[in-house]
């Protein structure tokens, strides 16, 4: 009867963990779209020039709002969602995980890592949206700007390497704070994407939503072949 009991909280709580991906796999999805279509009819062009110019100085919007070492910041901060950043840590864990011989963990990084960027560079191409005016840019782009790449996979990287660090930490305290640090970085990097002038405020919120909804894919793969494994 022990084991009986046993076996249905283990399956309830199973089932619990793929409703809970699911869900915010379809809540991001669906908050992507949301802002897609309201961005494809230009319903939020109000809202994007209002937000750039509240970080600019009135009477020189070529200037940012706060003291010179804010954007001495921001320019550091916005670079660790670049695509060399980005490629350096990914190869980085990928040897680490070579050397660790685990497979699986591998395989999860390089999909989630280079299938988001292919998905977002995809996504930039459909949408054709241009970048804020020059006049707002404190660091150069040539790219397009919807949705924004730096936000996308600062998400999908920082955010499934923390979980894969944090599975192997037996204290629950230590997990969440790899995983609170993955998300402040994730926030910070589109914030500054926003108030270097090279991104719409909706430009990010799209990459942090489709971010978000791609890693948890990516995990919730990983965890059925696991399952599945298991089972054989």
Excluded at 43 to 54: A, V
Aim: some cysteine.
């Amino acid at each position: 009867m022990k084991s009986f009991n046993n076996l249905i909280r283990n399956s309830s709580k199973a089932e619990i963990k793929v409703l809970v991906r699911v869900f915010f796999i379809v809540v991001g999805v669906l908050i992507f779209i949301l802002i897609a279509n309201e961005v494809s009819k230009g319903e939020t062009k109000y809202f994007d020039l209002m937000i750039l110019k509240s970080l600019r100085n009135p009477g020189n919007l070529s200037q940012p709002i706060g003291p010179e070492w804010v954007e001495l910041a921001m320019r550091d901060i916005t670079s660790l969602g670049g695509g060399t950043v980005i490629v350096i840590i990914t190869i980085s864990v990928a040897g680490f995980l070579i050397l660790q011989k685990n497979y699986s963990a591998l395989w999860l990084i390089l999909a989630a890592t280079i299938g988001g960027a292919l998905v977002g560079l995809g996504l930039k191409e459909l949408m054709g949206r241009e970048r804020p005016p020059l006049i707002f840019h404190l660091v150069y782009v040539d790219t397009l700007s919807f949705p924004s790449g730096h936000s996308m996979m600062s998400a999908v990287v920082y955010l499934t390497q923390a979980v894969l660090l944090a599975r192997i930490q037996q204290k629950k305290s230590i997990r969440i704070y790899m995983i609170t640090i993955a998300l402040s970085l994730t926030f910070l990097i589109g914030i500054s994407r926003v108030y270097l002038g090279v991104h719409y405020p909706t430009d990010v919120l799209a990459g942090w939503s489709l971010g978000i909804a791609w890693a948890y894919f990516c995990w919730f793969i990983a965890w059925y072949i696991q399952v599945k494994r298991k089972k054989l």
